[in-house]
């Protein structure tokens, strides 16, 4: 039964620093939605929340076009097909995955859903953390760029947040030496007794920087997600030939002007290199990926953790989530309870 209205959220102003109260709009509109011809009616069960969002709120120069003032705020999400329109290659009840954006339902031509391929023994879930974007991120990242090897040194920072916690888990697969770096003791504690990383170092402890001259030394793979001042540290621990995938920079992401990084020299006299990557380059890939990390989950030699929030309503304060440390594991939005066919 389709329901009279429905809620969407769009982007009201560009927060030059943290996102407030003000940056979003909720909006309750009539439900007037009919798929047309090669087009599908979508119910959102869950929307991913993602620290890229912020970057889409700004207008600037990046691989995307930024979200318009007054436009639903983007965002991946999964959802059920309610309707077909005619010549749709879709089914009603079929589970569909799409740039969908902040809102309770849509209608969307064919083109931009895809069908997801849920395997036997993976949740729905899964296909946000490991087998999505996050997963595929930390999966190409550490494989494609970091290539690490084993017995080398990996640090990882964010380490406790979607894609840090599997690329240290990845990392201990391919035989590496595992520092992570997340910022509480319950993460972590979380990272070494639950993930198996060798030794787990809090950002905020004033003894940081110490501890890490103590435990790690130098380090081959540097596997950022945080950028600022612990890469700009990092840089002064390379080992020769080192690698910083340079994955995400998150503790500039609500700045207008980042600081900057004076170490970087040291990556002359190391012969070291930091690279930018984007996963979405790998997407010819993301089956081959897919498989080796959904036999991961299945044997267990993989774990998942998802921060869940309930309800549409409440995505606009939990984006803050991911810029206070306030999740561990994946951050996603449950918009609506999962339909019986799952
Ligand atoms: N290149 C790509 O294609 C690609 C794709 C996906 C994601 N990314 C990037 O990967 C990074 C992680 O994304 P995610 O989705 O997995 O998010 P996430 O790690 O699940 O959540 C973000 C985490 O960042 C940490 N953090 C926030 N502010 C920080 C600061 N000032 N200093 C240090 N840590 C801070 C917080 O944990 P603490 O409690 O530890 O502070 C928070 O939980 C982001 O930078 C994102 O942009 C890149």
């Not at 001042?229 to 340079?246: Q, S, Y």
Request: proline letters at 4%; a positive charge; hydrophobic letters at 40%.
């Amino acid at each position: 039964m389709a329901p009279s209205t429905y809620l969407q959220v769009t982007l009201q102003e560009r927060p030059p620093a943290d996102i407030t109260p003000t940056t979003f709009k909720q909006e309750i509109v009539p439900f007037s939605l009919k798929a047309g011809t090669g087009q599908i009616l979508v119910k959102i069960l869950y929307l991913s929340l993602d620290p890229a969002l912020r970057g889409a709120m700004k207008d600037q120069r990046s691989y995307m076009p930024p979200v318009k003032l007054g436009a639903v705020m983007r965002g991946t999400a999964f959802g059920e097909v309610m309707e077909t329109g005619q010549g749709s290659k879709f089914e009603v009840g079929d589970i569909v995955e799409g740039a969908f954006g902040w809102r309770e339902y849509g209608v969307f031509d064919d083109k931009f859903a895809t069908k997801l391929d849920l395997r036997p023994g993976m949740d729905i879930l899964d296909y946000m953390g490991p087998l999505g974007t996050t997963g595929l991120t930390a999966y190409f990242g550490l494989l494609d760029v970091g290539k690490l090897k084993a017995g080398e040194t990996l640090v990882v920072s964010g380490a406790a947040g979607a894609t840090g916690s599997v690329v240290c888990q990845i990392g201990k697969k391919l035989g590496a030496k595992v520092f992570a770096i997340a910022g509480s003791d319950d993460k972590c504690q979380w990272l070494e007794k639950d993930l198996g990383v060798d030794k787990a170092l809090n950002y905020k402890s004033p003894e940081f920087y110490n501890d890490f001259k103590k435990a790690v030394g130098y380090f081959d793979v540097y596997f950022d997600n945080v950028g600022g001042d612990i890469l700009n540290f990092a840089l002064t621990r390379l080992n020769k030939g080192a690698r910083i995938v340079f994955c995400g920079a998150i503790s500039d992401y609500n700045t207008t002007k980042p600081t900057g990084l004076t170490s970087y020299m040291n990556l002359i006299s190391q012969r070291a290199k930091i690279e930018g990557f984007l996963v979405l380059d790998y997407v010819n890939r993301f089956a081959e990926a897919r498989r080796e990390i959904s036999q991961w989950l299945k044997e267990g030699s993989i774990k998942r953790r998802f921060h869940v929030v309930q309800g549409l309503q409440n995505a606009p304060q939990s984006l803050n989530l991911l810029f206070n440390g306030g999740n561990t594991g994946k951050l996603v939005v449950q918009v609506a309870t999962t339909p019986t066919k799952l």
